[in-house]
């Protein structure tokens, strides 16, 4: 969800100032590969492949994915993925798996309590394990890094950076914090620009 919505008349001007703001070559090298992907997202056969890229992504990181037809409390419940959603829900799954260490891998929601789309929400928020701030710490860690691999994956990255509101402070601190993100993503190893 989007929490200040940009028109796209006024879209590569945000993203300039953006971009403006972006001093460290890393970042600016991050950013520019999202911003040349699409600001829409796939639909049709498109959005199928992107899924089935998605899903293979994820078991190539060590991820089991339920079978289709599953009833999932949780997109990721301690052992295997809800395959049954889009490709960048997928993709930001992937992400806290390789931000989770291995504890918590095995809980429900990688124990960050209820996303958007958990169904059983009690049960996650009952298998939180980290503070608030943490949680949000790795949300943000795991947004960028899914939508980075959207964007190497040639798939709509700036459709996802636009609804995990990375522009939001734009004249403030949004530069800063996708710097900071960025920066946080290369020295865990979980990110290059070469």
Request: aromatic share 6%; charged share 20%.
């Amino acid at each position: 969800m989007i929490l200040t919505p940009i028109p796209p008349d006024r879209l590569d001007a945000a993203l300039d100032r953006l971009a403006a703001g972006l001093t460290e070559p890393v970042a600016r090298a991050a950013f520019a590969l999202i911003r040349a992907t699409s600001p829409d997202r796939a639909a049709g056969e498109a959005a199928a492949w992107h899924r089935l890229q998605a899903l293979a992504f994820a078991r190539r990181h060590g991820m089991a994915v339920h079978p289709a037809g599953t009833e999932c409390a949780y997109n990721w419940d301690g052992a295997a993925l809800d395959g049954a959603t889009e490709a960048y829900v997928i993709l930001h799954e992937v992400a806290h798996y390789r931000l989770a260490p291995p504890e918590r891998r095995s809980l429900p929601d990688f124990g960050l309590g209820p996303g958007p789309d958990t169904r059983d929400r009690a049960g996650a928020e009952q298998a939180a394990a980290l503070p608030l701030l943490a949680r949000e710490a790795d949300e943000a860690a795991a947004s960028l890094l899914g939508i980075l691999w959207e964007a190497e994956l040639g798939q709509p990255a700036l459709a996802s950076f636009l609804d995990q509101n990375w522009l939001e402070g734009l004249e403030r601190s949004a530069a800063a914090h996708f710097t900071t993100a960025v920066r946080a993503l290369v020295e865990r190893g979980l990110w290059s620009s070469a």
